[in-house]
């Protein structure tokens, strides 16, 4: 029998298998399934001054960690089929409202955020999130949709050398991960790829289970924290640890971020039980229980194709709906929606429970020759079925001479792209590298470079049409700064024949390189057009430098096609 008990601003919510004991701040600090304390023995590193806290939400702007100030608690819902309260701070220039329910007998607890501006000025924030810090010695193992591992204690991660922030050598650390390097970063995962992540033992276990993701910034290519040491589990609606940037809070700013379900286990093999939740969890997507007037109940079904021309064949592309950009791109979105499917062979696609409202449609190639993304604004959605139509991305009627991996916006094809993330791989790269096209393939070429020396490429200028200018196009799947008082930024040096082509600085650093990320960070795009006199009709050598980190997504050479052809 589900029951809610409150004494001024803390609760006790019990059904016949739950036990959970909120404090005034708008944490747990109990939770019992069954009996069990789930949050005894709870660890954190020394200076965290919530090494003792769990369920909790904060956020980070002006290099400082704040915790949530609830001014009060409210009731929402008190009956036998919820138990709903949330925690207000109307005070702070960022407003914030914690919602906490607990629905029958399950074992599960729902909640949501709604954040907003309480300031007639704008102002930054780096992270908004929620964390779940458990009892170690019941949930030691993290799962997330990349891997399954151990997780150490801060004070055990700590014995070992620190590399940077929170990276170590540690004597085992192979037990952690997958060299001795560990690092909290190993654990980031996509969160387009990640529908449940969690940490558990033995016998208990808790899931975090977003049901919906597009209260997550940056959309399908959107990778943060998901777990790591301490038994903790992680939900950042914003952060900045891929270059996703800061979200800038104007006046008037309202979000909703959830409802998420975190669902409590008992069983020694739960994952099969979970998968099944979590099916079951998308499926009652939008929960109808939730009764707030900024969760829209009347979603919509968005369906159209995309055309380029010529038959799609094998490569799909991703569809996303966001808001305009200035940069032509969804990556740096943060303050509101994101929505995104792929297309099938036929260019179709159709993206489920989408917010009523005006969007751009942004799209890019998941395989394939054609780079960049193409964007369209104006897709008025409204709630039902909505077709969009079609969006023909124009042939630019021009040859590709040859290719190095294929687009995808990610390093996928390229080598370590395919490994556990992990500190090592960045310096097991070669410094200089030398590739002929038409003799080797796409995992002769690696997923990143570094600042360590000289990338080539040779290639015949015999195979192009002499009177024409050839076009250079290089997108990569990340750039990654790592001279940081550099103030133009990541420096990108191209030459051809001994002779500079090119010299770009990108200001944005996205951390990818040296936080373990080996499919991208932010995407970038370089091209470069080449005179014929440019070219050699033998032999040509193009060269690469950079003073940061680059991760590849593709490379390729085209012309345009010969119209009497």
Not at 400 to 417: C, E, L, N, P, R
Not at 505 to 534: F, H, M
């Amino acid at each position: 029998m589900l029951k809610l008990e409150t004494n001024e601003m803390t609760a006790v919510i019990t059904n016949n298998r739950l036990n959970l004991s909120l404090t005034k701040e708008g944490m747990v600090q109990s939770l019992k399934i069954d009996g069990q304390e789930l949050l005894n023995n709870l660890t954190g590193e020394p200076g965290d001054p919530d090494k003792d806290h769990s369920f909790y939400l904060d956020y980070h702007m002006n290099g400082k960690t704040v915790n949530m100030k609830p001014v009060r608690m409210e009731v929402v819902e008190d009956s036998p089929e919820a138990a709903h309260v949330v925690y207000i701070d109307d005070q702070s220039d960022l407003g914030l409202a914690y919602h906490l329910i607990v629905r029958g007998d399950d074992t599960a607890i729902y909640g949501y955020v709604e954040a907003w501006s309480n300031t007639d000025h704008s102002f930054k924030v780096n992270e908004l999130r929620t964390v779940y810090r458990l009892d170690h010695e019941l949930f030691n193992i993290g799962y997330n949709a990349e891997r399954i591992g151990h997780q150490p204690t801060s004070a055990h991660m700590m014995s070992g050398d620190k590399l940077q922030d929170e990276t170590y050598v540690m004597a085992d650390g192979s037990f952690y991960s997958n060299s001795k390097i560990y690092s909290k970063y190993d654990y980031a995962g996509y969160l387009s790829e990640n529908p449940f992540w969690g940490q558990y033992g033995d016998k208990y276990g808790l899931w975090f289970i977003p049901a919906d993701r597009s209260y997550f910034p940056s959309g399908p290519l959107n990778q943060d924290l998901l777990l790591h040491y301490d038994g903790l589990i992680l939900n950042y609606m914003t952060a900045v640890h891929f270059g996703t940037g800061d979200i800038e809070i104007k006046p008037g700013w309202h979000k909703l971020y959830g409802p998420w379900c975190v669902l409590v286990t008992k069983d020694a093999h739960p994952l099969p039980s979970v998968r099944q939740r979590v099916r079951e969890e998308q499926a009652a997507w939008p929960y109808h229980w939730v009764k707030d007037d900024n969760y829209p109940l009347s979603l919509a079904t968005v369906t159209g194709q995309v055309t380029v021309g010529y038959p799609i064949g094998d490569y799909p592309f991703e569809v996303v709906l966001a808001q305009p950009s200035q940069d032509g791109t969804f990556m740096h979105q943060r303050e509101d929606y994101i929505y995104y499917a792929e297309t099938d062979k036929q260019g179709r696609f159709e993206i489920n429970n989408v917010r009523p409202g005006d969007y751009t449609v942004y799209v890019y190639a998941k395989g394939g020759t054609i780079v960049g993304m193409s964007h369209w604004d104006g897709a008025a959605v409204k709630a039902g079925h909505c077709d969009l139509g079609e969006y023909d991305i124009p042939d630019d009627n021009r040859q590709v001479i040859w290719q190095i991996g294929q687009s995808t916006h990610t390093t996928d094809g390229f080598k370590f792209s395919d490994q556990l993330r992990n500190h090592i791989w960045k310096d097991l790269v070669p410094n200089n590298l030398v590739y002929h096209i038409g003799r080797q393939t796409s995992d002769d070429w690696y997923y990143l470079q570094n600042d360590g020396g000289v990338w080539k490429i040779i290639f015949n200028g015999r195979l192009l049409n002499t009177n024409k200018d050839a076009y250079l196009s290089i997108a990569f799947a990340g750039v990654t700064k790592k001279v940081m008082t550099e103030p133009r930024g990541t420096r990108v040096e191209v030459d051809l024949n001994k002779q500079m082509l090119v010299t770009h600085y990108y200001e944005r650093n996205d951390s990818a390189g040296y936080r373990s990320a080996l499919r991208g960070g932010n995407y970038e795009l370089l091209t470069v057009t080449i005179t014929a006199d440019q070219l050699k009709s033998g032999v040509n050598e193009l060269a690469i430098k950079t003073d940061g980190y680059l991760l590849y997504d593709t490379l390729k050479l085209e012309q345009d096609r010969d119209e009497n052809a």
